[in-house]
Nanobody, 116 residues
Framework: QARLVESGGGLVQPGGSLRLSCAAS????????RAWYRQVPGKQRELVAVITSEDSTNYAESVKGRFTISRDNAKNTVDLQMTSLKPEDTAIYYC??????????WGQGTQVTVST
């Protein structure tokens, strides 16, 4: 069974940038979508960005123009480039891969904190 592992989280100042990376331990077949979610205490997990198998992308309104999702099939990775970070971006960020059967793989999450 494949595992997803996120990296790149940490503490960053407002206006700064951070790049998150998600690596799959083994190749995952029949992928429908790759996505990043985030969650803060007391709230539901929120879809931040998604990229389909046809390479179309979609973003939460709150991050449009600031975040970019990308994938590298050869490396089995999906990245989230975050720029112009705001305190409200503070959350645990999770990598997600959905396959054809609609089964979801999830990473363990990585903390992003935007603060002075």
């Amino acid at each position: 069974q494949a595992r997803l592992v996120e990296s790149g989280g940490g503490l960053v100042q407002p206006g700064g940038s951070l790049r998150l990376s998600c690596a799959a331990s083994t190749r995952i077949y029949n992928i429908k979508t790759r996505a990043w979610y985030r969650q803060v205490p007391g709230k539901q997990r929120e879809l931040v960005a998604v990229i389909t198998s046809e390479d179309s992308t979609n973003y939460a309104e709150s991050v449009k123009g600031r975040f970019t999702i990308s994938r590298d099939n050869a490396k089995n990775t999906v990245d989230l480039q975050m720029t112009s970070l705001k305190p409200e971006d503070t959350a645990i960020y999770y990598c997600n891969i959905k396959i054809r059967s609609d089964y979801n793989y999830w990473g363990q999450g990585t903390q992003v904190t935007v603060s002075t």
